[in-house]
Nanobody, 125 residues
């Protein structure tokens, strides 16, 4: 079992940056691929980014490329998502996720077994 807890969400203005963090259960973050998803009201959950167990391979959703950066610190059991040049359309609840499956980071929600409770990001104009 893996517990995930997100933090760092909030209300920002368009163009601002924000850093989200996800704290995973101790001694488990180096065993799993970690990812971030988001979900806006009335929309399906959307893949944001993912990183493999050693942090060497990252994968991003199209909207995130060039603006968002995912990283992990296995010593601290944390995964971070730095979001730059935020837009109002980035407004959503952001969720941290962990997968026990081997291989390159995947973008499908079903690939991830564990989920955090989410942190809200609101970008105003």
């Amino acid at each position: 079992q893996v517990q995930l807890a997100e933090s760092g969400g909030g209300l920002v203005q368009a163009g601002d940056s924000l850093r989200l963090s996800c704290a995973a259960s101790k001694h488990t973050s180096d065993t799993y691929t970690m990812g971030w998803f988001r979900q806006a009201p009335g929309k399906e959950r959307e893949f944001v980014a993912a990183v493999d167990r050693f942090g060497g391979t990252q994968r991003y959703g199209e909207f995130a490329k060039g603006r968002f950066t995912i990283s992990r610190d296995n010593a601290k059991s944390t995964v971070s998502l730095v979001m730059n040049s935020l837009k109002p359309e980035d407004t959503a609840a952001y969720y941290c996720a962990a997968s026990t499956l081997a291989g390159a980071p995947e973008d499908a929600p079903y690939w991830y077994s564990y989920w955090g409770q989410g942190t809200q990001v609101t970008v105003s104009t």
